[in-house]
């Protein structure tokens, strides 16, 4: 993973209520429950392509009272397991 | 033969218009037994046709059933695709996923449930094991299956994704090894065109609609015939637009050894549904056949297997093809023992047909 | 004698029904039209148990399933002889032993619907209805969805469904299809001494699913087949011997995968699926409700209809 990928959600549809998020997956058929912090992200990259960099940023917003590092492992660990679900693609 | 419901709207869909409510029932009834009614939806929406409530909810349900298999059709490809990215062939896709793929009309409200891939035989075992690396299984664990495929015919066993539950067969040819006449299948791919963006290959026209002739008329049940039928109806009006095309066919089908299955599709086709076939392309693909034999079992068979479609003779009609088809697929000392046995697991209840 | 309109099943005499069902008797099962015909005559009892308020079709009409029931005509009719199902001509299932044709009929035309009405996201699941408000409670093995179902209709709640809820892609509602509620093992026992007026059909032996019986359903549900009602309620009853009675929220994200998963047609629908269960849960209130006492149970449904 380079500072110039690019990330993006495959086709998926959102629905959230409070702290849970439901994503379907509209290309395999799959229906996922995601806590807040995923749906969030997953969400905001089936509407736009987004750096590593902005992902980031809007972790950091999302997460708050944690370490960089705690960030960047959370968003490896997001994208590790997003794109081996499908559900993300990189640039 | 009495021309049925279902061919008479196909052929003329605006006749709807006139229809009262139990014609429409039948209408519904034999596109369903026949497997075309999304298709039938298709036309009918194409025409924009007013139709009752009740019969357009049924027309609805299977379009939305046709539209789930197409999106999940996409997906499986892709995931074939990933699968077998490693292995230096062409990716030639087969019969539905073929027409799906190549945008050809004879996909508009089908389903298609299994994927057909074509390989060169020596790099089977290298497709099968990436496959099965990615998750599919072999579903036919019997012995003599195994070998029933392996030595005889011209797949490998068909084999299932473990948590797709979706089905591919694998071929190194469009005929059984032990068919007399079985083509060239390396001509089969040298002829392969790539669809545009995309990383897919499938046959050229020709041979697109020359596979669809020898599965058609090698096949021993009927119960989609009417399908099969159609899809060669429409590739063949969609080629036909091309001016080269009917010599192309011709000649193709006599490089490849299968001038007879052409000959039934163009007669066929051509009395079934009206395909419109130069009369010198007919008289071309003529053969040395007893035609009248061969047209009171076909001009049966190949009709929807509706009560409404069938006469005294079509169940006999189908039980001779049923036993044509082993006759051209294996010879007697093989077919023989096969048949037994097949009938022996249907009577035990380990085959469902 | 109830004042029912002249073109209802129970107009017709019990031989002119069987001469009806050898030729094709015609007649509606909530927004279906039902073409049933049969040389059996136990079926004829069914029928005439079960389906009286059922209407009969006018002539000339579009029939959704073309259903027939028959002995297939080998040796076997004369020893341990069969029934089977056929859908025009097509049977998706294995014969079963004759006794069992009434049940068959029923399991065959729950197939019917939930293989061919794709206008609907079917759920495996009760729907019931009371003050206008539709309660939907799907119905895993050992839930008591049936037994709760069937207490609540007694009770005067008008039954939508006792198996097959459908919910319309097109305007969010609850269709019904009022039918007779299967009802298994001890549970016709729990329902025939709760309700000792209760009409059931043949009560049959030793199917796969156990003794299997039917309760006639209400003849106003049944009048009430074509009118749609939208659902206010999405609980998941799950009976267990002497537990107590409670109702605990269940998020709507928990509701939707699991209502998903008790759906026929969820995968087949697609996105059209994942959209019309979103609007389900969340125009629903979702619970979990464990339970042991079927009169607290029904207090605590009849409380919940006022919310």
Known sequence: MTQLTNYKATKIRCRQWQDDYVIYDQLSGDTHVLDVVSGELICALSKQTMSRAKLLALLTELYVDVTESEIESYLFDFIEKFELLGLLISE | ???????????????????????????????????????????????????????????????????????ALAFEITCIEKALKDIPIALVLLKGSAYFMAGNNAAKGRVFSDVDILVPEQQLMAVEMALTNAGWMTNTLDPYDQKYYRLWMHEIPPLRHLKRQTSIDVHHNILPKTTCICPDAHKLLLGAIKVPESNCWVLAPEDRVLHSATHLFHEGEFSQGFRDLRDLDHLLREFATSDDFWPKLLLRAIELQQQIPLFYALRYSHQILQTPIPESVLEASKQRINTTLMDALFLRALLPDHDSCNDKWTRLARSLLFIRSHYLKMPIYLMVPHLLRKTYRRVIGKELH | MSNLPISNIASLSKSQLQQAIIKGLDFKVGCFNVRLVSPIVELVTHLHHLYGANELLAKEDFIDFHVQLSSPSTLRRYFRPQVNFFLDGYAPFKPLPYVQASALFEWGLNWCIASHANQYLIIHAAVVERNGQAFILPGTPGSGKSTLCAALVNQGWRLLSDEMTLLSTHDGQIYPV????????????????????????????????????????????????????????????????????????????????????????YNLLGVQGFDSLSGLVEQCACYEFHYSNLDEALILFTELSHQ
């Not at chain 3, 549970?187 to 796969?208: A, C, E, L």
């Open chain 2, 1 to 71: 033969m009495k021309r049925p419901l279902l061919s008479c709207v196909m052929l003329n869909p605006k006749q709807v218009l006139e229809f009262n409510l139990p014609q429409w029932d039948l209408l519904i009834r034999q596109a369903r037994r026949a497997n075309v009614l999304a298709s039938l939806a298709e036309l009918l929406d194409a025409n924009a046709l007013e139709i009752p409530e009740r019969a357009r909810l049924h027309l609805k349900s299977a379009q939305i059933h046709a539209d789930r298999f197409n999106i």
């Open chain 3, 178 to 265: 009022p039918r007779p509620i299967s009802l298994k093992n001890q549970s016709i026992d729990v329902i025939k001494k709760r309700s000792p007026q209760s009409v059931f059909g043949q009560i049959v032996n030793d199917t796969v699913k156990g003794t299997v019986g039917h309760l006639c359903p209400p003849e106003l549900s049944v009048q009430m087949g074509e009118y749609p009602v939208f659902a206010a309620k999405l609980i998941f009853p799950k009976y267990k011997q002497g537990a107590e009675t409670e109702l605990s929220t269940l998020s709507k994200s928990k509701a939707l995968l699991r209502a998903a998963g008790d759906c026929f047609n």
